[in-house]
């Protein structure tokens, strides 16, 4: 009979362990997910060049993107999360899987184990698994599972990810995975910001809504001691231009066929009319964090006093303004009225 491999020790994002009382802190936004990530004593095996926890990365083990995730025993976490659904502080959990020998046994026990105890939904994100691995998964409890591409093409997503991942290998993984848990249950992220067009981005986005897959959206963050920490975030404007169009294509109000890209694959227009287009800016919600239902993720990408690449809730009134005010430098959206919505 094969061992049981039960982990008795989780990272925590160091917002949810705020939340959960496990630390002390202020929150200027709550977060409505909590998020735990694997612990394992040595680094990820994968070598993600964005990644703090990459194996060559000389970054911080504590960090995740920008973020710290302390260590704490799983008796306690789950303790502390049994208070915090009983006080309905949270939405959803989601665990973040790093790549290492038994992971997957390790998972497949945290993932029953926080099924039995409560009643939230869980997500994971983690590495492509097989059918079987996935079946395993859904059958314990998993409420949706995210397989990261990261990237839009096969060529970058070799220089920027590498060995042990082939692009192949994942979108097999999700295809499986929506075979298994169904469609609207399976998510990937794109990262903006690695060296993409805008026009191969959109159009994986659109590959990926038509395969049953949700694209979540983040943007790139240089991290100190990883291969990609010289790398600069894409520009704001480019990156508000992107949330329209996922938006767009996510919300079915248009598809890539209906865009038009200039020389350089940048959008210079969405497919739609300008009501429309005016519309959908002024509701704000392009401009919120993408992901899983309930999941705000406060500041993965950006510092808390801004500015916010997505924002953890509706943007308020000045914040649309100024939202609309870095759109409306495009030449395509010039009649865009400032404070008009």
Not at 12 to 28: D, E, F, K, R
Not at 161 to 173: C, D, F, L, N, T
Not at 180 to 205: A, F, K, P
Not at 296 to 311: F, V
Request: one cysteine or more.
């Amino acid at each position: 009979m094969a061992e049981i491999i039960i982990p008795l020790s989780v990272r925590v994002s160091i917002g949810s362990a705020i939340l959960l009382g496990l630390t002390q802190g202020t929150l200027n936004v709550k977060p409505t997910t909590v998020y735990l990530l694997t612990y394992h004593k040595t680094k990820c095996s994968a070598d993600c060049g964005f990644c703090s926890q990459a194996r060559s990365s000389k970054s911080r083990d504590d960090l995740l993107s920008r973020v710290t995730w302390p260590i704490f025993q799983l008796d306690y976490v789950v303790a502390k999360l049994k208070l915090a659904v009983e006080k309905k502080l949270i939405d959803r959990i989601c665990i973040q899987v790093m790549n290492y020998p038994n992971v997957f046994d390790e998972i497949l026990e945290l993932v029953r184990r926080l099924h039995l105890e409560l009643s939230t939904p869980i997500s994971i994100s983690c590495q492509p698994l097989d059918l079987k691995q996935i079946k395993k998964l859904a059958e314990s409890g998993i409420d949706r599972i995210g397989i990261p591409l990261d990237t839009p093409t096969k060529e970058l997503f070799k220089r920027v990810k590498g060995k042990p991942y082939v692009w192949e290998s994942q979108i097999e993984a999700l295809e499986n995975a929506v075979q298994i848990l169904g469609r609207g249950r399976v998510s990937t992220h794109l990262i903006v910001g690695l060296g993409e067009r805008d026009d191969e981005l959109l159009r994986m986005i659109q590959r990926m809504i038509d395969m049953g897959v949700y694209p979540s959206l983040f943007a790139f963050t240089p991290i100190r001691g990883t291969r990609l920490e010289k790398l600069s975030q894409p520009p704001f404007i480019r990156y508000r231009m992107i949330q329209l169009a996922h938006y767009l294509i996510t919300n079915i109000k248009t598809r890539i066929e209906n865009m038009s890209f200039d020389e350089d694959g940048f959008i210079i227009d969405f497919g739609v009319d300008d009501e429309m287009l005016r519309g959908v800016i002024s509701l704000g919600t392009p401009f919120v964090t993408s992901g899983c239902p309930g999941c705000n993720r406060p500041y993965y990408n950006e510092r808390p006093g801004g500015p916010l690449y997505n924002y953890p809730q509706k943007p308020n009134y000045e914040e649309l303004i100024e939202i609309k005010r870095t759109i409306s430098g495009e030449t395509r959206l010039k009649w865009l009225k400032i404070g008009e919505f």
